[in-house]
């Protein structure tokens, strides 16, 4: 499970970037702990309370993309899709509300059954 994307929004980080980086990153799990699982990354570039940069969050949610159609790779939830009482309020630097955090595990939920039962 990876959910990382709005410090790399902040950042202004390429999709190639972030890619390359996700993929060292793996990789360089992998061998340390001697295992070759699929990480599932979710798709989380939004924080509306801290910022809105439509361009640079749509960089980082394509490079999501890339990583789930990439090799030792699977599809994670999509948790840019919680927005309004889903999210912190206007004041707060929160990502989630309450209910937010709890449709958040169930869109994780959702993505780890669907890649427990995956049929090659």
Wanted: overall charge neutral; hydrophobic content about 40%.
């Amino acid at each position: 499970m990876w959910q990382r994307g709005e410090s790399e929004v902040i950042d202004k980080t390429s999709r190639a970037e972030y890619v390359a980086r996700v993929k060292v990153i793996r990789d360089s799990a992998m061998k340390a702990w001697v295992i070759d699982v699929p990480w599932l990354p979710a798709k989380s570039t939004l924080h509306p309370t801290v910022y809105r940069v439509p361009e640079q969050e749509e960089a980082i949610c394509g490079a999501i993309g890339d990583l789930w159609k990439t090799p030792g790779f699977c599809p994670g939830p999509d948790t840019d899709v919680l927005d309004a009482e889903n999210r912190g309020g206007p004041k707060t630097m929160r990502h989630f509300s309450g209910i937010g955090q709890r449709r958040a595990a169930q869109l994780w939920f959702a993505a780890i059954w669907t890649e427990l039962h995956r049929i090659d």
